[in-house]
């Protein structure tokens, strides 16, 4: 019994965890595949975003808009789809500003920084002083978009 419902849990984390895709693997590093020379089409921002620092893979949050600005003021808005996933291919000069709007929320990242990887620092063990995953509050109603900035 015990083993069946771990197999159904299994098999529910696998519906976006084992399949390539806009839905697959959230909260792991994209770009470590998704980059020039790896396994898959090359991105240049990549990551998820959830309602907790330290909150599990599969609990992503969508639409959610994360704003990114470029070294030349060039600005994206990449809203989060259903498994929290955020990712482009566009052209961008680093390093580049990044914020986080939900509803009335926004949450900006005090450092620009040098890659796109976002999950490569924001992780569920954090790196290069970031303090967890990419987060901001779930109870905010889902944002309209584009957002306004408020990148200095
Ligand atoms: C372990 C390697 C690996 C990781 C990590 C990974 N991917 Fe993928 N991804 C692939 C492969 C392989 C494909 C299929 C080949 C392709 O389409 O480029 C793929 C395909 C995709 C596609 C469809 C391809 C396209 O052109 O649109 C999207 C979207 C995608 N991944 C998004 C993501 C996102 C977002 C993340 C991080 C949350 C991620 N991937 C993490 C390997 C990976
Ligand atoms: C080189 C490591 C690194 C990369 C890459 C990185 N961050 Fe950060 N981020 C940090 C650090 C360090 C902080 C400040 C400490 C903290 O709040 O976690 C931070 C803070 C943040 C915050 C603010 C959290 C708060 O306090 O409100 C957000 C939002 C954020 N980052 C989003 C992103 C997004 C989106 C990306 C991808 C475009 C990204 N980060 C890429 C290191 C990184």
């Keep these: 019994m015990l083993r069946l419902r771990m197999l159904g849990l299994l098999a529910i984390g696998c519906l976006s965890a084992c399949q390539t895709g806009p839905l697959m ?3 792991d590093d994209c770009n470590g595949c998704h980059r020039a020379g790896g396994s898959a089409r090359a991105f240049t921002v990549s990551g998820t975003v959830f309602s907790r620092a330290d909150a599990v893979f599969s609990a992503g949050l969508d639409a959610t808009d994360v704003v990114i600005t470029d ?5 994206l808005d990449l809203p989060s789809n259903a498994a ?3 990712y ?4 961008l000069r680093f390093p580049i500003a990044a914020e986080v709007w ?3 929320s926004v949450r900006h990242m005090e ?4 890659t796109g990887a976002c999950s490569s620092c924001h992780e569920e063990l954090p790196k290069n ?3 967890g995953r990419v987060f901001i509050d ?3 109603p889902p944002s309209p978009t584009p957002r306004p900035t408020v990148v200095p």
Excluded: S
């Excluded at 070294?71 to 600005?75: E, I, S, V």
């Excluded at 482009?88 to 052209?91: E, I, Y």
């Excluded at 450092?111 to 040098?114: D, K, M, N």
């Design 25 to 27: 693997t959230p909260g």
């Design 71 to 75: 070294a030349d003021g060039r600005q």
């Design 84 to 86: 929290g996933n955020f």
């Design 88 to 91: 482009t291919d566009a052209p």
């Design 102 to 104: 939900r509803g009335n």
């Design 111 to 114: 450092p620009r920084v040098e």
């Design 129 to 131: 002083g970031a303090e």
């Design 138 to 140: 779930a109870h905010e």
